[in-house]
């Protein structure tokens, strides 16, 4: 065997024990990447988007499932947009209702 084949072996089974932790570690970098493009979109909650929280939130991120990060997601994009107007924040929460509606409809 080839030094370069053990080596990719080697690399190839260091990944598959630490595929769990890899992929929520991920997933935490995802959430903290999405609310700093939320926070940094809509800096009008400016309670909500300190560093601190948005830190909090990206590492409660890494012990949920993908879909629970998502809801997050939502909740602190509506809560950013209800400080700008009540109203964008209804249209934005309806258009998202609209949707997901089309989405169940149409899945196999």
Do not use: D, K
């Not at 629970?68 to 934005?92: D, P, Y």
């Amino acid at each position: 065997m080839t030094p370069f084949m053990r080596m990719r072996e080697h690399i190839r089974r260091f990944v598959h024990m630490h595929e769990i932790g890899f992929f929520r570690v991920l997933h935490g970098l995802y959430m903290l990447v999405s609310l700093v493009v939320i926070a940094g979109a809509f800096p009008f909650a400016t309670g909500l988007n300190r560093p601190w929280i948005i830190a909090a939130l990206s590492g409660i991120g890494i012990f949920m499932p993908l879909s629970a990060e998502v809801l997050v997601l939502f909740v602190f994009l509506f809560i950013n947009l209800f400080s700008l107007s009540g109203a964008v924040c209804g249209v934005l929460a309806g258009l998202v209702a609209i949707s997901y509606m089309f989405c169940s409809v149409y899945q196999s």
